[in-house]
């Protein structure tokens, strides 16, 4: 069974990074049949795409966080992270790291989600 | 960038059928997946690729796509199924959701 857990800091202050690393165990990590995403919620709002990567380490982040976003992955760990810069309260948000099946390309697997505050 | 409408909410009586659209431009030439979220759990996909289900989904859940919308149906609503319903495409690879259907059931 494949299971992710989000990992990292619950609390960051505004301007700083933000640092999250998912963590996947149950096997398939590099086979090349999925890829990984981050995704977050803020409270009281929807889903919100961030970004993904591949294991061979290509990544793709959705527009309105380009600039600030960096995903990395670590194959020997199998680990995958995601940093966000310059962070504001807008950032506040659970963030959930999930896994893309393919070729269906859909949502197979999901972490349980951690809670990030940015602070003032 | 593109965008995906949902009805903010829904209403549906236990064991009646609840209907939930999406709509994007020319929608129907990309392929749809819908998830559902209850509070303070992960989303789960009930249909990807319009309308096919995942191991473990009843057959209760039902998607269909054509033109500019796509459509969850939940035949015989049950009160477990009261969630947050997301549709979601891909677009040029980037993801996309829509803004969330929130479907109680009373």
């Known amino acids: 069974q494949v299971r992710l857990q989000e990992s990292g800091p619950g609390l960051v202050k505004a301007s700083q990074t933000l640092s999250l690393t998912c963590t996947v165990s149950g096997g398939g990590f590099t086979s090349g049949e999925s890829y990984y995403n981050w995704v977050r919620r803020p409270a009281g709002k929807g889903l919100e795409w961030i970004g993904r990567?591949?294991?061979?380490?290509?990544?793709l982040y959705h527009p309105s966080v380009e600039s600030r976003a960096t995903m990395s992955i670590d194959t020997s760990k199998n680990q995958f992270s995601l940093r966000l810069t310059s962070v504001t309260a807008a950032d506040t948000a659970v963030y959930f790291c999930a896994r893309v099946r393919l070729p269906e390309d859909y949502f197979d697997y999901w972490g349980p989600g951690i809670l990030v505050t940015v602070s003032s | 960038s593109y965008d995906l409408t949902q009805p903010p909410s829904v209403s549906v009586s236990p064991g009646h059928t609840a209907t939930i659209t999406c709509s994007g431009d020319?929608?129907?030439?990309?392929?749809v997946s819908w998830l559902q979220q209850k509070p303070g759990q992960s989303p789960v996909t009930v249909i990807y690729?319009?309308?096919k289900r995942p191991s473990g989904i009843p057959e209760r859940f039902s998607g269909s796509s054509s033109g500019n919308t796509a459509t969850l149906t939940i035949s015989g609503t049950q009160t477990l199924d009261e969630a947050d319903y997301f549709c979601q495409a891909w677009d040029i690879s980037t993801g996309v959701f829509g803004g969330g259907t929130k479907l109680t059931v009373l």
């Open positions: 020319a929608l129907g030439e990309r392929y």
């Open positions: 690729h319009d309308s």
């Open positions: 990567i591949y294991s061979g380490g290509s990544t």
